[in-house]
Every structure is written in structure tokens, then in C-alpha cells.
């Protein structure tokens, strides 16, 4: 009942702010047609769609079209008020709050200043200014035979049922075993670990794999996930509904703006395609690679069919870097990517009319751009990239200023409450890294790297700056470029690999272009008949007419062949997943040793425990000293210096019990814990003995790895 509140409240709270900050008129004003009319084209409205019964007063269409995005900016914004709020309390009185109860009453308290904020506003404004009642003519059956209503009705249940299908088949909870699958499974135990640490109300943040650092991580999504765990949602949908809502609401984005660049439902409906099947040539590279082995066409498509492990000619194509996995993997991404659309199509009129962003949506925007860098790191960093291009083409260049200092001092004002000095390790040094993880890296490598990476696409990418004839739309299309040059020259983390989501920005960010040239392609040869029609000395000719005849049926060919081109690694990628899911990992979550952990340890509680990285440890909220040392290696931390400092603790180094003693209470570590695989763990030796006599055992499980526990008293 909590969460169902939570729910609703931040939908309005997510209305009220599109409304007090002008953001209403987002699809309102958005003008993206190869055309050079002058015409607003809205989503709203009657256009050339042929939509014809729904008025912009028909609250149920406004309702559809602006839901996904008001309750996913909704969440945003109280997530982040809760955690500041949250913090704020903790640093005063040094107590941990109910966390139900402030989540809910510190929502209610932002959705009373927005709607206070949307109150006075209305009043102010005149009645000819005010949005138009429901004409009463828009009944339920006229909907019902609304190609528009049916259109975005169809495009949110496909975009749900996809959502459901990358998420809920890779991550559930079965009664008490959290199955992950094979190919998320790595990728979900920091995650997972930050969700149920932040449900327990653990603030300040800590990262659970390596407790005591700060946070180096972008951990909002995570703090939101941990929410709604909070307020009793379980554990798999807290994750997953908020993943859903950021698939929902990007899939939404790239319909709209692929009809508003064709003004054809059609490239709405293939830009779905494209988004959930990429073009890549890593899938031909496969399906010959079987042929050869196989010699049977119909074997090779079977064997890929019911493959369940990724492979490739890329390095790292084996772990599904650049597939639908990404979003498997990765759930904050196209949530938080998804408001960065927003972003993008607010500032568009700019450049497109040359009229300014007002200074009321640009604090709108600022409050959005305020905390993205906690909420993806690398979703900002490349939103700020294309605005930087859009500015130098814009009249509006103290407000894309504005907004770009507003984000970044955010960004700079958070690492400094976030993180701790000394523990950031080689984070933000030496981030000039040119060539990605390519092999000798060169004008030659990175083409081919491309090439095999985006397939086909590759060239409508490159030359769609060059075949558009309006300024604006060459000017968005280059810009979008950026994000993968900066793939290929800056790495902010000790981990180059994880630049991998530059390369996805771009190709997904293209998909409305794509979808743009094929269906030109499609029309080609009707268009060029109409425009010729069109000519007053134009005579027919038997000759003329074949010749166009020959060059619509050749054009349609190559649309149909291309989209087949395109699509065809995306299914070979969507059957892996479909299979790989099947393989999970699980972990039980009431077990007798996630019992005796709820019972003998406080929620914050720090423990030094074997390098443990999907564990039912880490579903009790508890943190570790020293987990999966990978994540927090990726994640800037400084582990060689920890992991030296554990390695003499282990060996008894010291060989002295109260500085050993010192050194783990210093560190606020709670219990020792040693198991078999730490005990065989490579080059670790542990002095278990000398330990024991140390440190009294509190608890021992045979069943997991014949674990020990030691009181550090």
C-alpha cells in the first residue's frame, strides 16, 4: 500500500514540475521534419498522421503521452530530495529514522510545494491562456477508434512486455532464492547489495563491496530501488519496475521523435525494431563462423538459435557488452538516459527557430541536470557533450551556460559529500586513454572496430550529417557522434571497458535517423513521381514511368534487405539472452546464515569476509570491508593499498593481537569471516590458528563453504 502511494505521489509530483517549469510544451514545440515548413508539429494535434478525432484537450491522449516520463521525473526528483533529507537528519541528530515513514512525508511535503507552485501559477494566468476543457464530444468509444490513442496504446504495451522480458526473465526472487541470470548475475551483486543496503536506511552511502571509502559509484537508481524495497515492494520488482519505467519511457521518446522526424507512424513502430534488435555485423561473423562448422544452413541457424553464451569478433563480445544485456545489466541507464532525452528536446527549439530557452525552463532543466552525475555518470557526460555543439549554433548561449555550470558544480559539490580523500585510488588520473580496448589502435583498427560494431548503420550514421537539408538536424546528428570519440580518447576509471556505454549512446540515439532514411528509402520513387507530377511542363512518358517502377521496386528491396541486415545480430542476441537467462545464479535469502546475520549484526554493520560477490551476505544489507575487489577497482577505488593491509591482518603478520585488534576496530569491522574458498584462495594465505585464538568464533556453517565467524570483541 506504501509503494502504490509513493507511486502516485511521485507521478503528480513529476506533473506539477513539467507543468511549473514550462515543460509542457516539450512535444508541443518540437519540430523535427526534413521539410523546410515552418509548422509545429505535435503529437496532440491533427497532422498529416491522419489523426482525426482526439482534440489537445483530451485528458486520456495527455495521459498516455506524458505518464512514463512524469513519474519517471517524479521518482527522480523525491528520490533525491528523500536522500538529501535523509543525510541531513543523520548529520543532525546521529540517529537512523524510520525510513517508510520519512520517505512518505518528505514526498507529500515536495508534491505540496509543487502543487503550491502550479496553484499560483494558474492563477496568474488569463482564461485564454489556459488549457482547454474536454470537449464532450471526446467520448471513451471515440478513443476507442483513434488511430493516434491506439497507436501509443500499442507502443507502451509493446514497450512494457519487452521491459518485463529483459528484466523480470533475468532477475526474481523465487520465495526465498534470488535467481540472477548468467549473463547479469556479476553485474546485479554490487547492485543488489546497494539496493538492500539503502533499504535498511544506510546513510552516508558506503559501497557494500568495499564499506568505509564513501561512494564512488552513481547510486541514485540504486537509493530509489532501495526505496521502494523499504516501503514493501519486493526485492526483484523494486528493481525491476523502475527498469521497466526507464525502458517504457526511452522506447516512448524514440517513437515520438522518429514520427516527428517522418511524420509516419511507421518509423515509430521500426524504431521499436531497431532499438530492441541492433545492427551489428558481430552476428554474421557468428552464423558464418557455424556454417563452416556445420555445413548445414539449417543447422548453423539452429545451433545459434538455441545457443545460450554471446561470442563474437570484438573483444568482450563473449560477456554481451553491446547487446540488449547492457540493459539487462545496467538498469539505471535508459532511466536516467530517458530524462536526458527530455533534456535534449527542450533545448531543440533553439536551434531549430532560433528563439531562446527561457530562463523558466532553464531551471527546470537545472534541477534535472543538478544530480544526473549520481544518477549515471556517463548519461551526463555525454548529454553535456552534444549540448556543447548545440550551443555554439544557438542564440540561447547563456543558457546552455547556465545549465552546464549548474550540472557540473552538482556534480562537483556531490564527489565532494560522496566520496572520502585517499580512497579514490587512480580515479580521474591519467584519463587520456586513445583506441578504447582495441589492439594496436589506429585510423584502420577503430574503422574496423566500428564497422563490425555498428554494421550497416555505420554508414547512415556517418553520412546522415551530410544527406539532411536542414541545419539543425546535421547539426543534432554530428553532435551525437561525440560520445564515441570520446570513447576512444578518455577513460575516467582504471577500467577502459566500461566506456562501452558511449558506443550504445550513440547507436541508440541514432535510431531516429535510422528509422528516418529507411522509410525514405521505402518512398523514394513515390515521392519522386509526385514531385514530378508536380511539374507543370513535365510530359509522361512510357519510359519515365518504367524507369520509376524499376527504382521503387529497387528501393523497397533494399529497405526490406536492410532492415534484415540490420536486425539480424539483434535477434542472434535476443535468443542468447532468451537461453542465457534460463542458466541463473542463485542465493538463498533466509537461510540459517542470513538469519543469524539479522539477528547478530546491526543493518550498517562492516565486516571483514572473503571476497564474496553474488552472496546471500550481501542481500542482509550488511557491508563488506573487502568483497569482489573488481567492483570497486572499476569503480576508482584505491583496493592494492587495502588489499596489502588485509593480506598481513590474514597472515597474523603483526603478530600482535591488540594491533591487529586496533586495526579492525579502527576500521569499525565487526567479525572475521573465513571460508573455503578464501582459504584456497589464490596467493592468500591465512593464518586461521593464530586467528582463532585471537578472536573467539561466534558462529559456524558447514553448508556455506564451511564458514567460520569470528567476534572481533
Request: charged share 15%.
Amino acid at each position: 500500500m506504501l509503494v502504490i502511494l509513493y507511486l502516485v505521489v511521485a507521478y503528480f509530483i513529476g506533473q506539477n514540475f513539467r507543468h511549473n517549469f514550462n515543460l509542457v510544451r516539450l512535444y508541443k514545440v518540437l519540430l523535427i521534419t526534413s521539410g523546410s515548413s515552418d509548422e509545429r508539429i505535435d503529437l496532440t494535434t491533427d497532422t498529416d498522421m491522419q489523426f482525426e478525432h482526439a482534440k489537445l484537450s483530451s485528458y486520456l491522449l495527455k495521459f498516455l503521452i506524458y505518464w512514463p516520463i512524469d513519474l519517471i521525473i517524479g521518482l527522480y526528483l523525491s528520490s533525491t530530495f528523500n536522500y538529501f533529507i535523509h543525510l541531513f537528519i543523520v548529520k543532525i541528530s546521529n540517529t537512523v529514522p524510520n525510513v517508510p515513514s520519512l520517505i512518505i512525508i518528505n514526498s507529500l511535503f515536495l508534491l505540496l510545494l509543487t502543487s503550491l507552485r502550479r496553484y499560483f501559477k494558474n492563477v496568474k494566468r488569463t482564461a485564454a491562456e489556459k488549457i482547454e476543457q474536454p470537449l464532450s464530444k471526446d467520448s471513451p468509444s471515440s478513443f476507442s477508434r483513434n488511430p493516434k490513442f491506439i497507436a501509443i496504446l500499442c507502443l507502451q504495451v509493446i514497450s512494457i512486455f519487452w521491459g518485463i522480458f529483459l528484466t523480470q526473465r533475468s532477475f526474481q526472487l523465487n520465495g526465498s532464492t534470488l535467481a540472477a541470470g548468467a549473463t547479469v548475475f556479476s553485474d546485479l551483486a554490487p547492485h543488489t547489495a546497494n539496493v538492500r543496503n539503502f533499504a535498511f536506511g544506510n546513510i552516508p552511502s558506503s559501497y557494500p563491496h568495499f564499506a568505509g571509502a564513501g561512494m564512488n559509484y552513481h547510486f541514485f537508481f540504486y537509493y530509489l530501488c532501495g526505496l521502494l524495497n523499504a516501503l514493501g515492494l519486493r526485492l526483484d520488482w523494486a528493481i525491476n519496475l523502475p527498469s521497466i519505467l526507464g525502458i517504457l519511457a526511452f522506447m516512448q521518446s524514440l517513437f515520438y521523435i522518429s514520427i516527428l522526424l517522418t511524420r509516419k507512424l511507421s518509423a515509430g513502430f521500426l524504431s521499436l525494431i531497431f532499438f530492441c534488435f541492433r545492427s551489428s555485423f558481430s552476428g554474421f561473423s557468428v552464423f558464418f563462423a557455424e556454417l563452416r562448422e556445420s555445413n548445414n544452413l539449417w543447422l548453423a541457424f539452429k545451433n545459434l538459435w538455441s545457443s545460450s553464451s554471446y561470442s563474437g569478433p570484438l573483444q568482450h563480445d563473449d560477456w554481451g557488452l553491446y547487446n540488449l544485456n547492457v540493459y539487462a545489466n545496467q538498469r539505471h541507464l535508459l532511466f536516467v538516459l530517458s530524462i536526458a532525452v527530455w533534456v535534449l528536446i527542450s533545448f531543440y527549439p533553439s536551434l531549430k527557430h532560433k528563439s531562446k530557452v527561457t530562463w523558466q525552463e532553464i531551471i527546470g532543466l537545472s534541477f534535472l541536470g543538478l544530480p544526473m552525475a549520481y544518477w549515471h555518470g556517463s548519461v551526463l557526460i555525454s548529454l553535456n557533450l552534444i549540448l556543447i555543439v548545440w550551443a555554439l549554433f544557438s542564440k540561447s548561449k547563456a543558457q546552455y551556460l547556465t545549465f552546464g555550470i549548474t550540472n557540473v558544480l552538482g556534480s562537483l559539490v556531490m564527489l565532494k559529500i560522496f566520496t572520502k580523500p585517499g580512497n579514490s585510488g587512480s580515479m580521474f588520473k591519467n584519463i587520456f586513454h586513445f583506441g578504447y580496448i582495441t589492439d594496436n589502435p589506429n585510423i584502420i583498427s577503430i574503422t574496423q572496430f566500428l564497422l563490425i560494431l555498428y554494421g550497416i548503420s555505420l554508414f547512415i550514421i556517418v553520412l546522415t550529417p551530410f544527406l539532411l537539408k536542414e541545419k539543425s538536424l546535421k547539426i543534432v546528428s554530428a553532435s551525437l557522434l561525440l560520445p564515441v570519440i570520446f570513447a576512444f580518447t578518455i577513460s575516467l576509471t582504471p577500467d577502459t571497458t566500461v566506456n562501452h556505454k558511449f558506443f550504445s549512446f550513440t547507436q541508440i540515439l541514432f535510431i531516429p535517423f535510422i528509422s528516418h532514411f529507411m522509410v525514405n528509402l521505402w518512398t523514394y520513387a513515390r515521392s519522386k513521381t509526385a514531385e514530378n507530377q508536380g511539374k507543370i511542363y513535365k510530359k509522361a512518358s512510357t519510359k519515365s514511368a518504367r524507369t520509376t517502377k524499376l527504382i521503387n521496386y529497387l528501393c523497397k528491396t533494399a529497405c526490406i534487405v536492410g532492415i534484415f541486415i540490420m536486425t539480424f545480430s539483434g535477434i542472434i542476441d535476443f535468443s542468447v539472452y532468451k537461453n542465457a537467462s534460463l542458466n541463473r545464479v542463485e542465493i538463498q535469502t533466509a537461510d540459517n546464515f542470513s538469519q543469524w546475520m539479522y539477528q547478530h549484526t546491526e543493518p550498517n554493520s562492516i565486516n571483514l569476509t572473503p571476497p564474496w560477490h553474488y552472496h546471500s551476505y550481501f542481500a542482509t544489507g550488511r557491508m563488506s570491508y573487502f568483497g569482489w575487489p573488481y567492483y570497486a577497482q572499476s569503480a576508482g577505488y584505491d583496493i592494492e593499498t587495502r588489499e596489502q593491509e588485509i593480506r598481513r591482518i590474514l597472515l597474523a603478520e603483526l603478530n600482535d593481537y591488540q594491533k591487529t585488534k586496533d586495526y579492525l576496530q579502527k576500521n569499525n569491522i565487526n567479525y572475521l569471516m573465513i571460508d573455503d574458498f578464501w582459504r584456497n584462495y589464490e596467493d592468500v594465505f591465512i593464518n586461521e590458528d593464530q586467528l582463532a585464538q585471537w578472536f573467539p568464533e561466534a558462529a559456524y556453517f558447514p553448508e556455506q563453504n564451511n564458514l567460520r565467524i569470528y567476534k572481533i570483541s
